[in-house]
């Protein structure tokens, strides 16, 4: 799926140059990601988003083959995760593959905080698969599901502005799809946060991945936060305008 990825799209589409048919599912972009995409040979489709699940099923629908593997722009594959998928496929003993992603942050790879090993249903047999949730999606496969020990390398979060950019677009994304109460809202606004800190950045052993540990979990405890107050927002009366 893209949306304005001249950035990423070249270097996600060169590393995935040996799948049988590469589509690139575009919703409206208007820098070079269309050209640079059909440059490659990738069959590229336009399509009007709507939510992410949709947009994943709508692409899976363009298939032909037997299996897919959905892949974001910035994220990569490795030589070592297609020798495993090769692998796994001809033995056939799984209809859907959870395939780890080691995500770059801030020029890194973390390790703790949950950060790594985090497991998305991504290699699916196309005919048993859908995928459901508006914002961070997932898919359900009709059949048993694997696990695959290769990750998927993700690189979508460079820098502090990059994160705080996609922060602001998928809170305002998830606060309109709540319906809370505007009390549980400022409830959650002000008593989530912290624990949602300590449990990133202490239990799940965030500090062990130094200044970019402390970072994420700050900020992702900031998203929560965000989300409950942009939802709020959106749930209150207008204010009145004071006549001048």
Request: one cysteine or more; proline letters at 5%.
């Amino acid at each position: 799926m893209t949306l304005n990825e001249e950035q990423n799209i070249a270097a996600c589409l060169d590393s995935v140059s040996k799948a049988d048919e590469v589509v690139v599912v575009d919703s409206g972009s208007t820098d070079s990601t269309l050209e640079i995409a059909s440059a490659t040979g990738a069959r590229v489709v336009g399509h009007q988003f709507v939510d992410f699940a949709d947009q994943r099923n709508y692409a899976t629908s363009l298939l032909t083959s037997e299996w897919v593997l959905h892949i974001d722009a910035d994220e990569r594959m490795t030589p070592e995760l297609w020798d495993e998928i090769r692998t796994v496929l001809a033995s056939g003993s799984s209809d859907g593959y959870l395939v780890p992603c080691l995500n770059i942050i801030f020029g890194k790879p973390l390790k703790h905080g949950g950060w790594y090993p985090q497991y998305h249903l991504r290699l699916q047999r196309r005919a048993k698969a859908l995928w459901y949730g508006a914002v961070h999606e997932a898919a359900t496969v009709d059949g048993p599901v694997g696990k695959l020990i290769q990750p998927i390398v993700h690189f979508g979060h460079p820098d502090v502005h990059t994160f705080l950019a996609k922060l602001d677009y998928y809170t305002t994304f998830e606060a309109t799809r709540r319906n809370d109460s505007i009390f549980l809202l400022g409830a959650l606004a002000l008593l989530t946060p912290f624990p949602y800190f300590v449990y990133k950045y202490v239990l799940q052993l965030g500090f062990l991945d130094g200044w970019r540990g402390l970072s994420a979990a700050l900020l992702l405890s900031f998203y929560r936060c965000v989300t409950y107050l942009k939802a709020l927002e959106q749930r209150s009366p207008p204010a009145r305008k004071t006549p001048e």
